[in-house]
């Protein structure tokens, strides 16, 4: 059995097993509890299938491994993995007849989704066509540039989670914090920087596969293409909800670039307040 047809099983199957379980449990985030773990084991299958001996697989699987373990540990301690569901499902279940969101739960959220991370592997697949038992100058400077981009999103993540503990510690205490999204550090220069970094990781998995057949027309382009799509998307649709929340949402999208960090439109004294908002 070839180690695509094991991949394409495997993601039948989890298809299969998000849809069902969305059923069962009214929680519609399983694709997102897998969203993290099943690249990582597509492209190492394909590894596998290599006997692990072709030196360009071996390191997107570290790489993609690497980027597995930031995802899955920066999903866990928001409590992805306890049951808290994605808050956006909420929304579009109010806005959508149960008919309605249970034809977008499979086709989108269970179908799409899990066609979209195997998408996003198929890099894998075309250096597994295309064997290289020694590693390029080109593979070491595309593999330097993934370390630099999850680097820099680990920081993106760190720095959104210290901001959400913090204002979650003023509500306990029963205040009302004035700075109700997070402007510092990265997220002065992008509203959403860690989207940024991720789809730029996925473009250079695609480039390391696309230097293994020295073409870049292959199916594997459509994974971070449908990838940038989706996180467009995302992006509007969270921010619709995070003005209806925040109104000085609106100050801030004027000043900021949406995802490409760039410098601020304007350099204002300090952060975006509640009350310059109102």
């Keep these: 059995m070839s ?14 097993a998000a849809w069902v379980a969305s059923l069962v449990t009214g929680d519609y985030s399983w694709v997102d509890r897998s969203w993290s773990i099943l ?8 590894a596998g299938a290599a006997r692990l001996r072709d030196v360009r697989l ?12 930031r995802l899955t540990y920066n999903f866990a301690r928001k409590g992805g993995y306890r049951g808290v569901e994605d808050y956006r499902w909420g929304v579009l279940r109010e806005r959508m007849s149960a008919r309605q969101f249970q034809l977008f739960n499979f086709f989108f959220i269970a179908l ?14 075309n250096a597994y066509q295309h ?27 760190n720095q959104q989670w210290r901001f959400q503990q913090e204002k979650h510690r003023q509500v306990a205490r029963g205040l009302n914090p004035t700075v109700r999204f997070c402007q510092r550090g990265l997220f002065r220069y992008s509203r959403h920087p860690n989207y940024f970094f ?15 057949s020295d073409s870049y027309l292959h199916v594997s382009l459509s994974g971070p293409v449908l990838l940038t799509l989706l996180f467009v998307g995302s992006t ?35 952060p975006i307040t509640a009350t310059e908002g109102a």
């Design 39 to 46: 690249p990582v084991l597509y492209v190492g299958i394909f």
């Design 3 to 16: 180690a695509l047809v094991i991949v394409i099983m495997l993601a039948a199957m989890a298809v299969i």
């Design 112 to 125: 799409y989704q899990n066609l979209l991370l195997v998408l996003i592997s198929l890099p894998a697949l």
């Design 236 to 270: 509007r649709f969270t921010e619709g909800i995070s003005l209806r929340r925040y109104p000085e949402y609106a100050q801030y999208q004027k000043t900021t670039s949406a995802v490409i960090p760039w410098r601020r439109r304007t350099a204002p004294e300090g």
């Design 131 to 157: 064997p290289q038992r020694t590693i390029t100058v080109t593979d070491v400077a595309l593999a330097a540039v993934f370390v630099l981009l999850l680097v820099i999103e680990s920081v993106a993540d």
């Design 198 to 212: 991720e789809i730029a990781q996925w473009w250079v998995v695609f480039l390391v596969g696309a230097v293994a």
């Design 58 to 69: 071996d390191l997107m699987a570290i790489l993609v491994t690497a980027w597995g373990i």
